[in-house]
């Protein structure tokens, strides 16, 4: 958003949004969303629960490799800001595209508090037959204390994605800013005057990024675990 500067003439647009960035956002809505399905109803579908959150995994740590190799506006060098950006911002003081400053905070927030929700998950256990894929490598009081932690910080991400949709309707209505808009075709309608286009972020770093999450997906789904010996085989009493 910008404020303070003239916007470019109607009809303008600039690309922001590169298309890993936009897939890495929809992929996370889906896998949030099967998660919270299965994790509220339970029963059979605790497995596909498992796998959202393995899938929650890799998808943040591709995010989190993104933010350095992506293009411009990916990059967390270009939407970390400190709290003078963010009072810019709040006395309508700062241009920008991409995230803005209290954007900027909100996507930190999701993503951590995603992580923290999918890995507390992995060695977390539902006390009847589900038990995540790293539950082998604590003992069960550690798992239930995991447990309960992923259990109530739900809440807490429940809440903060409650705050981005409100956000995005807000600019919506207020300020004609159509951002679900943006994040699926990567364009900006009617950028501020003078809006660089992203840059960078090409096809070799998306294979770096993508190798990094699936490679933390694989940790995460517990392959490495070496499986348990078989039982051993008794002799008849007779």
């Known amino acids: 958003m910008c404020f303070a500067l003239p916007r470019a003439e109607r009809g303008a647009r600039v690309y922001v949004w590169d298309f890993?960035?936009?897939?890495?956002?929809?992929?996370?809505?889906?896998?949030?969303?099967?998660?919270?399905?299965?994790?509220?109803?339970?029963?059979?579908?605790?497995?596909?629960?498992?796998?959202?959150?393995?899938?929650?995994?890799?998808?943040?740590?591709?995010?989190?490799?993104?933010?350095?190799?992506?293009?411009?506006?990916?990059?967390?060098?270009t939407f970390i800001y400190g709290p003078k950006a963010v009072l810019a911002y709040l006395r309508g003081q700062w241009c920008g595209l991409g995230h803005n400053p209290l954007g900027a905070l909100s996507v930190i927030a999701l993503l951590s508090v995603s992580i923290f929700q999918a890995v507390t998950g992995l060695f977390g256990n539902d006390d009847i037959a589900f038990n995540g894929p790293l539950y082998g490598l604590v003992d069960k009081d550690t798992s239930d204390g995991f447990t309960g932690w992923h259990r109530r910080s739900v809440w807490l991400l429940l809440a903060l994605i409650a705050l981005h949709l409100a956000a995005i309707g807000w600019y919506a209505r207020m300020k004609q800013q159509a951002l679900v808009k943006t994040m699926l075709t990567g364009w900006q309608d009617n950028p501020p005057a003078g809006?660089?286009?992203?840059?960078?972020?090409?096809?070799?770093?998306?294979?770096?990024?993508?190798?990094?999450?699936?490679?933390?997906?694989?940790?995460?789904?517990?392959?490495?675990?070496?499986?348990?010996?078989?039982?051993?085989a008794t002799t008849p009493a007779w």
Not at 38 to 48: A, V, Y
Not at 196 to 223: D, N, P, R
């Open 195 to 232: 809006a660089q286009a992203a840059k960078g972020g090409g096809f070799v770093a998306f294979l770096i990024a993508a190798t990094i999450g699936i490679g933390a997906a694989w940790v995460a789904s517990g392959a490495f675990i070496p499986p348990p010996p078989p039982p051993a």
């Open 20 to 77: 890993p960035t936009r897939l890495f956002h929809w992929s996370l809505v889906a896998a949030v969303v099967v998660a919270f399905v299965t994790g509220f109803t339970g029963g059979n579908g605790m497995d596909i629960h498992g796998k959202a959150g393995i899938a929650i995994v890799g998808l943040v740590a591709f995010r989190l490799a993104w933010g350095f190799l992506g293009s411009t506006y990916a990059r967390f060098a």
